[in-house]
C-alpha cells in the first residue's frame, strides 16, 4: 500500500481527523440503518426474473382477481371424528372471521368437510399488502388462531395455508437482526478474547466492524429506495454475518502484522506505517477479491440471488474500509497499551518463529510431497459425500427445523384432502380456446375448480395439485399442466401460482450455478494472477479451493442427512456455498501466499513457504475460526436453509484454513519450489539449499527449547 495513504490514516494529527471524519458519518447514517430492516421484500414472487412464465401471470393476475390475496387455512380436527358441536363451532367462527378479520381477499370458504369425517378445513383469504403485509401476517394469524382455539373443548386447530406459512416465515425472521448481530458479536468477541489475551484490544476490531456494518446498511437502504434494489431476510442476514466477519479477519491481519512491527519500531505511528505498507496490499486485494467474487451474482436470474450481490459486495467495500482507515487511527491513538497484558515491546523476539505453525512446517518440510497427497487425497474422500446432496426444493413440511403451526397444519390436510385448492394454480389463456383449455385439464384430471373469468379477450382457468404446494411431486404436476396448456393452439397459455413459482425459483437457481461458478472462477484467477504475478500458482490455488469446497458440500451433505435428518438442502445451497467458500477462501489464499512471496525474494520459494507459514498461520487459523463462527451463527435461525448454508460454509471455512492453506497449499510449494511462480521473475530466484533449510529449522528449534 502507499506509504503516503499508511502516513495519512495513522500520522500524528491526521489520525485525529481519520476519527472525526467516522464519527460525523455515523451520526449521519445511523438513522438511515436503522430502515433497512423495514425495507426487506420477502414475497416469493419478488425473487423471480421478469422472464420467469409465474412472473408473467402474477403482472396480468389484478386483471382477474385480487393477485396480493392469499388463504389463511384453519383445520379443526379430531381423532375419532368431529363431534356436532366441532361443526357448530367452526360454522360459528366464520362469522367471527368476517368481522374481526381486516382486509379480507375475497370471500370465506367452508368449513369444507374430509370425507372420513375428522377434519373441517376453513379458508379465509386475505389481501396481503406487497410491502408491509408480510410483516404482519403474524399478528393476524395469531388473531385467527385465538378464534379458533377459543372453546375448541379438546379438538385440535391449526393456522395453515400460505398465511400460516408465511406467518411462521415471518416469525423466524423476526428479530433476526438482533438475533443474528448479537450472536455473531458474541463468538467474535469470545474468539478475539482467545486470541488477543487482552481484555481490551478487542474492542477496536468489533467496533469498527459495527461501524462498517451501520454505514453499508444505511447505503444499501438508499439502494433499496432509489434504485429498486431487492433485499429480502436472506440477503440481510447474510450481510451482517459477512461484514462482521470480513472486517474482523481484516483486522486480525493488520493487527498481526502491527504488532510484528511494534517489535522492529520504537514508534508506534512508524510501525503503523510499516504494518499497513506491508500487510494493506493482501488485505485490499483479499477484499477486493470478495467484493468482484460478490458481484459476479449480478449474473443471476434470480432477483434475489441477484440483489444478494450488491449488498454483500457494499457490505464488503465498508469493512475493507473501516479496517483500513478507522482501526489504524484507533491503534495508533490508543497506544501500545491496548495489547496489556502482553505489551509488544521495542525488540522483545516475535513468538511466531518458534510456534505452532514453525512445527508444522517442521513437520512438511522433510515429506511435503506424502504430505499433500495424503491430504488431498482425505479432502477427495469427503467429496465422495456429493453423491447424497439433494439439492431440491424442500416441501412446507421440510423447510423448517422444528414443527412449527403451520406444518402440522399441512400434514393433517395432506391426510385427509385429496387436493390442495387453498393454493391454486392459475391458467390464462385466451377467451376463445378457454373450453378447449378447460377439456384438455380436465380429461388430464386437472380440471378447473370453478368457470373461467373472463375479462376481454383473456381469461383464467383456476386448478389445483395434490399434496404439499411446495414438493417435487407438485413440480412435476405443474410440469404437466404446463405442457397441456401451452399445447391448446393458439392459446397463448401461461401458467402460475405459488407452487409454479416456487417451481420457476428452483429453475432460475439451477441455471444460475451453471453461470455463476465459472464466472466467479474466472475473476478470482485473474486477480491472483495480478496480485502474484505468475500463472502456475494461481491456477493452482483455484484447484485447492474446488477441492475444498467439494470436501466441505460433500461432508455437509453426510450431516445434514444421517446426522440432522433434513429431507434435503435448498437448491441454492451449493451457489451460495461455492461463492462464499472461493470468494472467502482466497482471502486466506492472498494473505499466505503474498507473505510467501514477499519472503520469498530474500530466501527462496522453499525457505519462504515455511517462514509465511509461520507468521500467518496463527492469525489466518483465527480469521478462519472468527468467519466460521460468525456464519454458524446463521444456524439458529429456525429455517431448514439457512441452517444448512450456515453450517456448510462455517465447515468449509474451517477445512480451508486448517488443512487446505496450512498444510496442502504450503506442502504444494515445498515439492514444488520456485517454478510454482511460472512464469514470473520470482521462478528464477535461486532456492535455499536442503542443508540451508534444515539447519534454519533446526536453529528455530533451539530457540523453541
Not at 372453546?151 to 395455508?161: E, I, K, R
Not at 440481510?236 to 512491527?261: F, N, Q, S
Not at 508506534?268 to 488485505?283: D, K, N, T, V
Not at 490508543?334 to 509488544?344: E, S
Amino acid at each position: 500500500m502507499d506509504r503516503r495513504f499508511a502516513a495519512l490514516v495513522c500520522g500524528r494529527r491526521s489520525k485525529y481527523a481519520v476519527l472525526v471524519i467516522w464519527v460525523v458519518a455515523l451520526i449521519a447514517l445511523g438513522p438511515l440503518a436503522g430502515k433497512l430492516s423495514g425495507a426487506q421484500d420477502n414475497q416469493t414472487s419478488s425473487w423471480l426474473p421478469a422472464s420467469a412464465e409465474s412472473t408473467k401471470v402474477y403482472d396480468e393476475l389484478g386483471t382477474f382477481v385480487d393477485r396480493n390475496s392469499m388463504p389463511a387455512i384453519v383445520v379443526y380436527h379430531r381423532d375419532n371424528g368431529l363431534t356436532a358441536a366441532d361443526r357448530a363451532k367452526a360454522k360459528a367462527d366464520v362469522a367471527t372471521y368476517k368481522k374481526q378479520t381486516p382486509h379480507l381477499g375475497g370471500p370465506i370458504m367452508g368449513p369444507i368437510p374430509s370425507k372420513d369425517g375428522t377434519t373441517l378445513q376453513t379458508l379465509v383469504p386475505l389481501h396481503v399488502d406487497p410491502k408491509s403485509g408480510w410483516n404482519d401476517l403474524p399478528t393476524t394469524a395469531k388473531k385467527i388462531r385465538a378464534t379458533a382455539t377459543d372453546g375448541a373443548n379438546g379438538m385440535s386447530v391449526h393456522l395453515g395455508g400460505p398465511v400460516g406459512f408465511g406467518a411462521d416465515q415471518a416469525d423466524a425472521f423476526a428479530g433476526i437482526d438482533g438475533t443474528l448481530l448479537f450472536g455473531t458479536l458474541g463468538v467474535v468477541i469470545l474468539i478475539l478474547l482467545l486470541t488477543y489475551r487482552s481484555p481490551v484490544l478487542w474492542v477496536l476490531p468489533i467496533l469498527s466492524a459495527g461501524v462498517a456494518l451501520t454505514a453499508a446498511q444505511a447505503f444499501i437502504y438508499l439502494l433499496v429506495d432509489h434504485t429498486g434494489l431487492t433485499v429480502n431476510g436472506q440477503s440481510y442476514g447474510i450481510l451482517t454475518v459477512l461484514v462482521i466477519g470480513a472486517g474482523t479477519d481484516y483486522a486480525l491481519l493488520l493487527v498481526a502484522r502491527y504488532r510484528e512491527e511494534l517489535r522492529r519500531h520504537e514508534d508506534r505511528h512508524e510501525a503503523m506505517a510499516f504494518a499497513l505498507h506491508r500487510s494493506g496490499p493482501a488485505i485490499f486485494a483479499s477484499g477486493s477479491t470478495v467484493i468482484l467474487g460478490m458481484l459476479c451474482l449480478l449474473a443471476a436470474e434470480m432477483n434475489s440471488t441477484k440483489g444478494l450481490g450488491p449488498v454483500a459486495a457494499l457490505g464488503v467495500v465498508f469493512a475493507l474500509l473501516a479496517m483500513l482507515t478507522l482501526l489504524p487511527a484507533l491503534l495508533v491513538i490508543l497506544g501500545r497499551w491496548v495489547f496489556w497484558p502482553r505489551r509488544p515491546t521495542y525488540g522483545s523476539p516475535e513468538p511466531t518463529q518458534s510456534g505452532l505453525w514453525a512445527r508444522v512446517g517442521g513437520f512438511i518440510r522433510p515429506r511435503p510431497r506424502a504430505v499433500w497427497l495424503v491430504t488431498g487425497g482425505l479432502l477427495l474422500l469427503c467429496a465422495l459425500g456429493l453423491t447424497q446432496l439433494n439439492s431440491h426444493s424442500l416441501s412446507s413440511t421440510e423447510s423448517f427445523t422444528g414443527n412449527p403451526d403451520s406444518v402440522t397444519a399441512t400434514k393433517v390436510l395432506q391426510s385427509h384432502y385429496r387436493s390442495n385448492s387453498s393454493d391454486p394454480v392459475y391458467v390464462l389463456v385466451d377467451t376463445s380456446q378457454s373450453e378447449q383449455a378447460t377439456k384438455q385439464l380436465s380429461s388430464a384430471g386437472f380440471a378447473p375448480s370453478a368457470k373461467p373469468i373472463i375479462r376481454g379477450d383473456r381469461s383464467l382457468l383456476q386448478t389445483s395439485v395434490s399434496g404439499d404446494p411446495y414438493s417435487s411431486k407438485a413440480f412435476d404436476q405443474v410440469r404437466e399442466i404446463r405442457d397441456i396448456a401451452h399445447g391448446v393452439p393458439g392459446s397463448h397459455a401461461m401458467v402460475g401460482g405459488t407452487t409454479a413459482v416456487t417451481y420457476d425459483v428452483q429453475q432460475a437457481t439451477d441455471h444460475d450455478v451453471g453461470v455463476i461458478i465459472p464466472l466467479t472462477l474466472i475473476v478470482v484467477l485473474v486477480i491472483l494472477g495480478v496480485l502474484l504475478r505468475a500463472i502456475f500458482a494461481p491456477v493452482l490455488l483455484i484447484l485447492t479451493v474446488i477441492v475444498s469446497f467439494a470436501a466441505a458440500l460433500g461432508l455437509s451433505s453426510l450431516v445434514f442427512h444421517y446426522v440432522f435428518g433434513f429431507a434435503g438442502t435448498d437448491p441454492s445451497l451449493p451457489l451460495f456455498v461455492f461463492v462464499f467458500l472461493v470468494a472467502l477462501g482466497i482471502d486466506y489464499n492472498i494473505f499466505l501466499m503474498t507473505r510467501v512471496r514477499e519472503e520469498a525474494r530474500q530466501h527462496g520459494t522453499r525457505r519462504g513457504a515455511l517462514v509465511g507459514l509461520s507468521a500467518t498461520g496463527g492469525v489466518i487459523t483465527s480469521a478462519g475460526l472468527v468467519l466460521a463462527s460468525t456464519f454458524a451463527v446463521l444456524g439458529t435461525l429456525p429455517l431448514v436453509a439457512f441452517a444448512e448454508i450456515g453450517f456448510a460454509v462455517a465447515l468449509g471455512v474451517l477445512i480451508d484454513t486448517i488443512i487446505v492453506r496450512a498444510v496442502l497449499v504450503t506442502a504444494l510449494t515445498l515439492d514444488i519450489g520456485p517454478k510454482i511462480w511460472w512464469p514470473g521473475s520470482l521462478r528464477n530466484v535461486p532456492d535455499a539449499s536442503e542443508e540451508k533449510i534444515a539447519a534454519d529449522a533446526a536453529e528455530d528449534a533451539a530457540a523453541r527449547v
